[in-house]
């Protein structure tokens, strides 16, 4: 099984629908972290938690929402989905303390808002 | 803030001849570099990093990336690309912390037969 886990893998949705995006981890790592891909802009960081009692806006956090349900639980919401929300998402986590700045990342969850 | 620029969308490269994937940076303060790479409907995986220890950094599957700071970049090599090898391409800059983290726009690396 993966480490990181994310679900759904593909998800085709229209706009104004409301859709949560889940990630749930088996590596202990207290900080977890949803990015966006979109072609010829590399990953960008939405929002980040380094425990169940933080939360943090990222560079692109408008529109989406997150829940750090438990340590090994992030899910990202689309409360209202537009469709220049149209990306690959992708979970990761890293360990506390890590200075060497190393992420694991999920599989990734493709959504597409028409 | 810091930034990082691919110099190449797309390389292509022959089975068996050196891979050369380019990245420049530019930071205020002394980064982090990684190397990330996401195969085809993969999460990515790190390559390799740069902490401030050995410019020259080894990393898996025979990647190598030196440090150079007069020029501010981190480019990737290989001396003999494998089929396996095609692969998307992320050059990372971080100056202090994981939620710093700027990646660059990916070079995408095609190996022909």
């Known amino acids: 099984d993966a480490d990181v886990t994310q679900t759904p893998r593909n998800r085709i949705t229209k706009t104004g629908k409301r859709i949560m995006l889940e990630c749930s981890q088996t590596?202990?790592?207290?900080?977890m972290y949803w990015y966006r891909q979109d072609p010829g802009l590399g990953l960008q960081l939405i929002y980040y938690s380094f425990d169940v009692k933080d939360i943090n806006k990222g560079e692109i956090s408008d529109g989406y929402s997150v829940s750090r349900q438990a340590q090994a639980k992030f899910s990202l919401s689309l409360e209202s989905a537009i469709p220049n929300q149209t990306a690959l998402y992708f979970c990761a986590t890293s360990a506390e303390g890590q200075s060497s700045g190393e992420l694991f990342f999920g599989e990734g969850s493709r959504l597409t808002v028409l | 803030a810091q930034s990082v620029t691919q110099l190449d969308s797309h390389v292509s490269v022959s089975e068996g001849t050196p891979v050369l994937l380019r990245c420049n940076y530019s930071s205020s303060y002394s980064p982090s570099l990684f190397w990330y790479v996401q195969h085809p409907n993969k999460g990515l995986q790190l390559l390799l990093k740069?902490?401030?220890?050995?410019?020259l950094v080894k990393g898996i599957n025979g990647f190598e990336a030196e440090f150079k700071k007069s020029e501010t970049s981190f480019h990737l090599t290989k001396p003999s690309a494998h089929m396996s090898d095609a692969a998307e391409y992320f050059c990372?800059?971080?100056?202090?912390?994981?939620?710093?983290?700027?990646f660059g726009a990916g070079t995408r690396l095609t190996v022909k037969p």
């Open positions: 990372v800059v971080s100056e202090r912390l994981v939620n710093d983290m700027r």
């Open positions: 740069y902490t401030s220890a050995a410019t």
């Open positions: 590596k202990g790592h207290d900080r």
